[in-house]
């Protein structure tokens, strides 16, 4: 997970809240993604960024807004949260090499 | 848009005993595969992936894939378990380009390494 930093890593909210998660990059990649991952559906992608103020919707989009103001940071907004959106968060940037994903967050939704 | 299939959810198998864990994927004009592990409350690391050349492509692990573009397939190989591979795997492709605008995954598959 170097150059890849989620937070917070673990939080509990409640229904009908606000909830934002960062993910921070040090590597100057332009490509970054969200990916909720539940059991059985493996992870799935929320919203993508293509570059500053570049995004675009995923499969499971609905719920979610991102923002990208800066090339190192990719905020993902659960503008009211609902416990379908309990799960665990992925961050993920594209390298030359491949894609490398952070640590996660995990999002439980009381 | 592409998508993934990972035959399996589950896979037991006894320790030192081979595996193999099956993908495939939908078709299109060029791919490029990767197989994730996840092990226990942990994030997810790339194993091995295809991305040109030569079609089986190897882990420093043990474990070997083969892309078979006939068949549309990614299947995961290792001749001889440990307790230590139990974890979830994770198949994903992407496309348009040289690594793709998005990487999609399967749902994974859970290996557990009995003793």
């Known amino acids: 997970d170097a150059g890849i930093t989620q937070s917070p890593r673990h939080k509990v909210t409640e229904t009908g809240t606000p909830v934002t998660l960062r993910c921070h990059q040090t590597e100057n990649h332009r490509y970054m993604y969200w990916y909720r991952q539940d059991p059985g559906h493996g992870l799935r992608l929320i919203h993508y960024s293509y570059g500053v103020k570049d995004t675009d919707k995923g499969e499971v989009s609905d719920g979610y807004s991102v923002s990208r103001s800066k090339t190192e940071d990719f905020l993902l907004t659960l503008e009211s949260a609902t416990s379908s959106q309990t799960s665990v968060y992925f961050c993920a940037t594209r390298t030359e090499y491949g894609y490398t994903f952070g640590s996660g967050t995990r999002l439980t939704v009381v | 848009a592409q998508s993934v299939t990972q035959l399996d959810s589950q896979v037991p198998v006894f320790e030192e005993a081979p595996v193999e864990l099956r993908c495939n994927y939908s078709s299109s004009v060029s791919v490029y595969l990767f197989w994730y592990v996840q092990y226990p409350n942990q994030g997810l690391q790339l194993l091995l992936k295809y991305l040109s050349g030569s079609t089986l492509v190897e882990s420093i692990n043990g474990f070997e894939a083969e892309f078979n573009k006939s068949q549309t397939s990614f299947h995961l190989r290792k001749p001889s378990v440990h307790i230590s591979d139990t974890a979830e795997y994770f198949c994903?492709?992407?496309?348009?380009?040289?690594?793709?605008?998005?990487?999609?995954f399967g749902a994974g598959t859970i290996l557990r390494v009995k003793s």
């Open positions: 994903a492709v992407s496309d348009n380009g040289e690594y793709g605008n998005k990487l999609v």
